[in-house]
């Protein structure tokens, strides 16, 4: 709410960076969102926020320096510190490094889970119907057309099996396909 009085866009998402700027993880409970930011910070890649992503035009805000897992996901990473249950789950906080306060947003990156590795765009017209129904994402009645453009920004979805022995090689290859965007 206080980022919308802004003018500013939030959305139920994490971000990272790599390249030029930073890309934001747009994912439901269970899609990999969080699994995706934990191999970010075991391989040194910066992590702008978890869970709640606030866009000021072009810029992704850096959010709180924590980055909260599953028991699998710590235990696979073997990041975080066990905090409890927070909601009904339990929960591992791992600390994440200082990045600046604002970076350049790049893109989004839609995670999803199947039977193979595979990066492509999402069409433009399922783009505005994945940030409204999943992500809470709302156009301003006075917006002047500003929020085209975070939908004319490359978005990628990025499929992989639900496996962690699929995490290197899935990671690696999304990271080659956003360096090329």
Known sequence: IASSWLGRRSFHAGAFIA???????????GDGKTSMLAWLVKSGYPIVCDDTLVVDKDQAMAGPRCVDLRHGAADYFQLGTYIGHIGTRERWRAQVAAVPATAP???WVVPTWGDDVRVGPVPAAQRLPLLVARHGFRVPEADDGKWLDL????MVSFQRPQDWSAMDVGMTHL???????
């Open 19 to 29: 390249g030029a700027g930073a890309w934001g993880v747009l994912g439901e409970k």
């Open 105 to 107: 947003f790049r893109g």
């Open 151 to 154: 939908l004319a920004l490359p």
């Open 175 to 181: 990271l080659d396909q956003l360096a090329d965007l």
